[in-house]
């Protein structure tokens, strides 16, 4: 099932078309200072939202598969597949990915309980979007990628594509000719996520990094040994002194016990063992994303630290994009019984 895209323009959230409650008509002037009060926020709170890329559209679409809307308001895509029932969600906030479940129904994306799910601030968890910036820089932090509207331009039953271009928002910041594009496919046994970037110009290159903050779901860190190529890699861990510190990983299986904030250049393969859960997710790089940070809040309750832990696909040095050329980051996530 294909859906216009027209049907499927971002949208925003919904507010309510009366502006204030009447509880009375013995007090006029208060009910007028209300009604001026509400319509002041209401065209403050659409101008923020225009400025970020929302629209007034609505969804109409609620099938299992399709555009469904959150109880914030906020949609997302929904993909199912027709054979082995495995199932993916996209939010247009955003563009991120923020649930796989196979075809058991393990969800192997997580997202925080403190996450705020109505478009006030990026999402916390999912497949986040750092870009054009990861972590601090001379924009905001990890980029804007992550708190804009993506626009959905191609959508079936299991797959769907977003696409993200300049706005007077981004401008602000980022005064680039870019376009990017993210397309993620549910296939029986396996999730693909396609990050392309694309320069636009007609002659200046541009310089930027690109991440997936990816936040996996784990029965309990004390359950979970994180495999790859991490022997003898060599790391940045960001928690040791002022600038962090370069060390030297001798484990072949990363037990996570305390807090995290590690960059290993040139790991790209890393493979998450639940025995909680008796799974592996095998997240394979396959392009673009040469290297990989672990990180997780260990001890923040409030963040639910015991059932999560991110694991990003990461493209640490600056890509320079020559005019007219275009990068991309290839991401599979394959499941499979230990």
Not at 6 to 34: C, G, W
Not at 84 to 95: D, K, T
Not at 111 to 116: E, G, H, M, S, T
Not at 279 to 304: F, H, R
């Amino acid at each position: 099932m294909k859906f216009s895209v027209a049907a499927i323009v971002a949208s925003s959230l919904l507010y309510s078309t009366s502006a204030f409650h009447i509880q009375a008509p013995s007090k006029p002037s208060s009910l007028v200072l209300n009604a001026s009060r509400a319509a002041k926020k209401k065209v403050s709170r659409a101008k923020w939202l225009e400025k970020r890329g929302f629209s007034d559209a609505v969804a109409t679409t609620s099938s299992e598969s399709g555009i469904i809307k959150n109880d914030e308001g906020l949609e997302f895509v929904k993909l199912v597949h027709p054979e082995s029932g495995a199932s993916a969600e996209v939010y247009l906030f955003g563009g991120v990915v923020t649930s796989y479940k196979d075809g058991d129904g393990t969800e192997f994306i997580a997202v925080r309980p403190d996450a705020k799910m109505d478009g006030s601030k990026p999402i916390s968890g999912g497949l986040s979007h750092c870009w054009p910036q990861f972590g601090p820089g001379e924009i905001q932090q990890h980029g804007f990628a992550r708190n804009v509207m993506w626009e959905v331009t191609e959508s079936t039953d299991t797959t769907v594509t977003m696409q993200m271009k300049p706005s007077d928002y981004t401008k602000e910041m980022w005064d680039k000719e870019f376009l990017c594009n993210f397309s993620v496919s549910l296939e029986a046994g396996e999730l693909k996520t396609v990050m392309n970037v694309k320069n636009e110009g007609a002659e200046e290159s541009f310089d930027f990094q690109a991440a997936l903050h990816s936040y996996f779901t784990t029965s309990s860190l004390e359950n979970l040994e994180i495999t790859g190529s991490f022997e003898g890699k060599e790391f940045l861990n960001k928690l040791v002194g002022d600038e962090g510190e370069m060390q030297t990983e001798d484990r072949s299986a990363i037990k996570i016990s305390e807090e995290y904030d590690r960059v290993y250049k040139g790991v790209n393969d890393p493979v998450l063992k639940d025995s909680g859960t008796g799974k592996a997710l095998n997240i394979l790089n396959q392009a673009g994303w040469e290297d990989t940070v672990l990180w997780s809040p260990y001890g923040n309750e409030a963040m639910g630290f015991d059932n999560f832990v991110c694991v990003e696909s990461v493209k640490f040095d600056p890509v320079t994009l020559d005019a007219g050329k275009s990068w991309e980051g290839v991401l599979v996530l394959k499941p499979e019984a230990l």
